[in-house]
Nanobody, 121 residues
Framework: VQLQASGGGLVQAGGSLRLSCAAS????????MGWYRQAPGKQRELVAT???????NYSNSVKGRFTISRDNAKNTVYLQMNSLKPEDTAVYYC????????????????WGQGTLVTVSS
C-alpha cells in the first residue's frame, strides 16, 4: 500500500491550497484517513481526520479554515486550506488506516511522503 500526496507549494498569507493524497496497492478497505503536519523544530501534529463514514475532526488551530474530504471510490483524501497563515507552514503528511488484501486480519497505518506548504507573510 502506498500513499502519494500532492498539492503543496508556496502561497501568500490569506491564500488557499488544496492537498490530495491517493492510496494505491492491494487495498481491501480504508478506514480513517487524515492529515498531519510537522513544522521545523516541532513535533508532528494532527490537522484533520475523516472516518470512512465521513465524520471529521479538526485541530483547533485550523478549524473553520481547513476542510477535509474524501472520495472513497478513488481512495483519496483531500485537504482544502483557506485563509492560510505563516504559522501553517509545514510539511503535510497524509495518513490512512488500511486493511490490505494480503492480510485481511490486520489494519495498519500508512503514511505518505509529505508535501511542503510554505505560507509567506
Amino acid at each position: 500500500v502506498q500513499l502519494q500526496a500532492s498539492g503543496g507549494g508556496l502561497v501568500q498569507a490569506g491564500g488557499s491550497l488544496r492537498l490530495s493524497c491517493a492510496a494505491s496497492g492491494s487495498i481491501f478497505k480504508i478506514y480513517g484517513m487524515g492529515w498531519y503536519r510537522q513544522a521545523p523544530g516541532k513535533q508532528r501534529e494532527l490537522v484533520a481526520t475523516s472516518t470512512s463514514g465521513g465524520t471529521t475532526n479538526y485541530s483547533n488551530s485550523v478549524k473553520g479554515r481547513f476542510t477535509i474530504s474524501r472520495d472513497n471510490a478513488k481512495n483519496t483524501v483531500y485537504l482544502q486550506m483557506n485563509s492560510l497563515k505563516p504559522e501553517d507552514t509545514a510539511v503535510y503528511y497524509c495518513n490512512a488506516h488500511v486493511t490490505a488484501t494480503q492480510d485481511m486480519d490486520a489494519t495498519f497505518a500508512y503514511w505518505g511522503q509529505g508535501t511542503l506548504v510554505t505560507v509567506s507573510s
